[in-house]
């Protein structure tokens, strides 16, 4: 008798036990349920971090390529092309590899193609703007087998963008392009070669 009357209250035990633990189970369903949206939109009106462009730095060059004062690294571009050379005959009757003009793809840090640097020398970026320039100085390189280090000063400017207030260039890094020292001779006059060569290429504007 004494166990008869023991289990219903066991029983109503066990069932007070399971609605609570329902009832615990379901707020934190609508908890869930309400909190997601709330941190949703606190995750969608939060500002997006945007890509901000990397500040650089002025290379280490010699004194003869160094650029004016006052002036600032606006753009950095690694080149990847080649020199384009023609066969042609000196004042002196000899026959030498003459440079006619580069063409070489512009690239940014992240490998990104932003433009185009051709004849003239000129340097033309896909947001349409573009300067032509004339070398005023030079450095050899370390290695006889690249072109030189140069010092440009822009001469032109056409279109608006991020090269419209640019005024020096400076030629780094070189990689290659030099002509061969052989194939240009009274048989070969006005041919072409082309040279695969690689440089950096620092674009200053006067400093806000």
């Known amino acids: 008798m004494k166990r008869?009357?023991?289990?219903p209250a066991k029983i109503a035990t066990m069932r007070r036990l399971l609605t609570a633990t329902a009832a615990s189970i379901g707020l934190g369903a609508v908890i869930f349920a309400l909190g997601n949206p709330l941190a949703n939109a606190q995750a969608k009106d939060a500002p997006q971090q945007k890509d901000v462009p990397q500040q650089?730095?002025?290379?280490?060059?010699p004194d003869a390529i160094q650029a004016p004062a006052g002036?600032?690294?606006?753009l950095l571009a690694h080149a990847t092309g080649s020199q384009i050379y023609t066969c042609q005959a000196a004042?002196?009757?000899?026959?030498a590899w003459t440079l006619k003009a580069p063409d070489a793809e512009l690239h940014?840090?992240?490998?990104?193609?932003?433009?185009?640097?051709?004849?003239?020398p000129s340097w033309k970026l896909k947001d349409?703007?573009?300067?032509?320039?004339?070398?005023?100085?030079?450095?050899?390189s370390l290695d006889a087998e690249s072109v030189p280090w140069l010092l440009v000063k822009v001469v032109s400017h056409s279109g608006n963008g991020l090269l419209s207030k640019v005024t020096t260039i400076q030629r780094v890094r070189t990689h290659g392009g030099q002509p061969?020292?052989?194939g240009c001779d009274a048989a070969h006059v006005n041919a072409e070669t082309k040279s695969s060569y690689s440089a950096?290429?620092?674009f200053y504007a006067p400093a806000k």
């Open 108 to 120: 940014d840090r992240k490998d990104k193609v932003i433009g185009q640097h051709s004849a003239g």
């Open 91 to 95: 004042a002196d009757g000899k026959f």
């Open 56 to 61: 650089e730095v002025a290379p280490d060059v």
């Open 200 to 202: 950096d290429y620092y």
């Open 180 to 182: 061969s020292a052989e």
């Open 4 to 7: 008869a009357t023991c289990l």
């Open 128 to 140: 349409g703007s573009e300067v032509t320039g004339k070398a005023v100085a030079h450095v050899d």
């Open 71 to 74: 002036e600032e690294v606006v």
